[in-house]
């Protein structure tokens, strides 16, 4: 809240041990918070869309297949309910809370709010593998083949721009960040010549590809993103203080004894594993990794200790919430997720990106 | 539930115990560079250096722009590999250190703070405490905090987002962090250039009153008023090499000065308490 609102006059705290004890609660009331609307989200996506199934028929079925009472449905509810809306639910979860967490962990590594894990090639990375197996026809991995190459991509490039990044052992920022740009363009350039060689077919696939959606969720698709974001979820909070002593700088961090070349490389390909693998199963989704670390930033402090989990928990939100917008707004017609969250969402960070600028006097 | 988390984290991949610094008798070495070569950008920066910063003394290193005085301060802060000569730190090798050992060992003011998130205050003094994170002188975070905070008199904006303090209130900041951790060699890069005349001489006292309470600390200073005032040892230093090492009573002299700066200078005992002061001579 103070972030938000700027240099606040508050009285000279005389005793300042107590003060943290205030300002810690505002986390958990936002987590708390976010994890309701979750809740709430995820029963709504499992009932709304083109075959309405009643809230009490959801959760009626949810305990039947876990053991806890209820019933089972008709043939055809609990069909669309276990086959379509429950894996395309759980699947938005998990991108969700991946891509909010890693764009939380590059703004950290990087030390720059505008950062997101796009910056670092992943994103277009991965977009050239998928593109490249539809564009080429390739299928000797079967339905895994997009999947597979856009991930095997996303590591590349990401590793790729790291190792073109490095001078003498160090990263300087600037120069990665710079060599992001140029990956991310010369990845363009390879898209579009794919693109440019595919029949129409393929193109349109390509595209619908290239615009994120959730629309071909399965069951397998969900256990092919769980063990990388679940690794990737739960490794990121293990360097939260760590972060936090990375805004310093690299040279305060390395003084307060953090191991910054090693954070650097460890949160890199935990970024590459949670964006890669959000990316090879639902395309490319912009927005949300760069918008849900923000706004949790402003609400409740930059402390990475909140931020990183929070951002995972705020991402998925944002995406079953945006997922469950794409179904329902322009039914029977679905509208493509990525195009939809970047369309609602970037208006409004031009206008909190100028709020806080006004309000803190720039971003140093 | 992250602190759970990172705290079984900690135990399950950093469980060993680290040894904490033994306390240093006042006049032991903490930190030393001999004949320390080092060179940036193609060009060497310290040419043969060598100087001793001791427990329970100021000592200040001036000089030129451009001398090495910022350099030789991040050889003594194991922050740059040296070409030749050596830098040891606390009796043992710079680069045999580990990051998270060295940080209970010394801290540094970098010459200027930056944040890249708007922490408050409070939070970023608290970040100075991180390197004590499951040792048992965590128990005495909240008391560092207080007493860093006091000192560089930053408690009155403790709750205020960092990136909305000014440029002077933002240097006591990064010296309360700096303060906060504890550690026996306090290396610092021009704590007083942002910093108003009740500041200059507030930072300063904190200087002396460390090393009263047995730290060794080592001060980069360009007001050679305040070094001749406050320090115990002073060194000049002069396109790269130390031009001259002693009480600054005695290393601050005329002929050196004005040499070592291309610039006639006039060194006279203050009327009243007869302390040294240095000025440029200046036609009248």
Redesign the interface.
Known sequence: MTVAAGPVDAAPPQDTAGAPRGRRRAPVLLAAALAAALAVLCLLSAGLGAYDIPLGDVLASVRHRVGLGGHALDRVPESVLWNVRLPRVVLALLVGAALGCAGALTQGVFGNPLAEPGVIGVSSGAAVGAVASIALGLTFLGTWTVTVFAFVAGLVTVLLVYVLSREGGRTDVVTLILTGIAVNAFAGALIGLFLFFADTAQVSQITFWQLGSLAQATWPKVLAVLPCAAAGLLLAPLSARKLDLLALGERPARHLGVDVERLRMVLVLVVALLTAAAVAVAGVITFVGLLVPHLLRMAAGPGHRFLVPGSALGGAVVLVGADLAARTVAAPAELPLGVLTALLGSPFFFWLLRRTRRGQGGWA | ???V??RA?RRL?GARERALPEPAAPGDVLAEAAGVRLDLGGGAALRGASVAARAGEVLALVGPNGAGKSTLLAAL?A?LPVASGAVRICGRAAGDW???????R???L?QAA???????V???VR??R??W?GTRREEDD?AA??AA?AATET???????F??LSGGERARVALA?VLA?RTPLLLLDEPTAALDLRHQELVLGICRERAAAGVAVVVVLHDLGLAAAYADRAVVLCAGRVAADGAPGDVFEETLLSDVYQQPVEVFPHPRTGATLVAPRRSA
Do not use: C, K, Y
């Open positions: 539930m992250t602190t988390i990172g984290g991949f802060a922050d580990s990051a998270a050992d060295l940080a209970l010394r801290a540094v970098p930056t944040l890249s998130f708007p922490f408050p409070e939070d970023v970040m100075g991180a390197p994170a909240d905090v207080r905070m408690g009155a904006f403790a709750r205020r987002p990136s909305a962090r951790q």
